[in-house]
């Protein structure tokens, strides 16, 4: 075996991925069944001590107890602001006509894209948004 067919069986395919803010490298060969991106909610100042995962495509942040992210804060509209995954994985945020407005890094906003790192202003509570890759049945930040 020659110095360059020794070198091709050890380099392998590589893409890479972005989660947040972070470039991941990811083997190609390397199954990928089983990982999935979620949003979540990092409290900051909130009214809620623990982290939100953002489960499923749409998630209503309000006040009623049907909401899918209850914030039990009088300054937060019964259905106050959506969260929203699309098929890519990309998350956005819409005020769904709210009292108070919803804010991403401190400014008012009616809908506008996440990105890992921004805050999210709803009633009294301030929120981190970030990106977490579920790997079958576990989750990592």
Do not use: W
Not at 31 to 59: E, H, N, W, Y
Not at 92 to 115: K, R
């Amino acid at each position: 075996m020659n110095v360059d067919d020794a070198a091709e069986q050890t380099l392998r395919p590589f893409k890479l991925e972005t989660i947040g803010e972070t470039d991941l490298a990811r083997d190609f060969d390397r199954p990928t069944t089983g990982i999935r991106v979620m949003g979540v909610l990092l409290p900051v100042q909130a009214c809620v001590k623990d982290r939100i995962v953002i489960v499923g495509s749409s998630a209503v942040v309000g006040r009623d107890p049907t909401a899918e992210i209850v914030l039990p804060d009088s300054a937060v509209s019964k259905r106050h602001a959506r969260i929203r995954c699309d098929p890519d994985g990309l998350y956005s945020i819409e005020d769904l006509g709210s009292s108070n407005g919803t804010y991403v890094d401190n400014v008012p906003v009616l809908s506008c894209a996440l990105h890992g790192g921004d805050s999210i202003r709803i009633g009294r509570s301030m929120f981190v948004f970030d990106r977490i890759r579920s790997f079958e049945g576990t989750t990592e930040t």
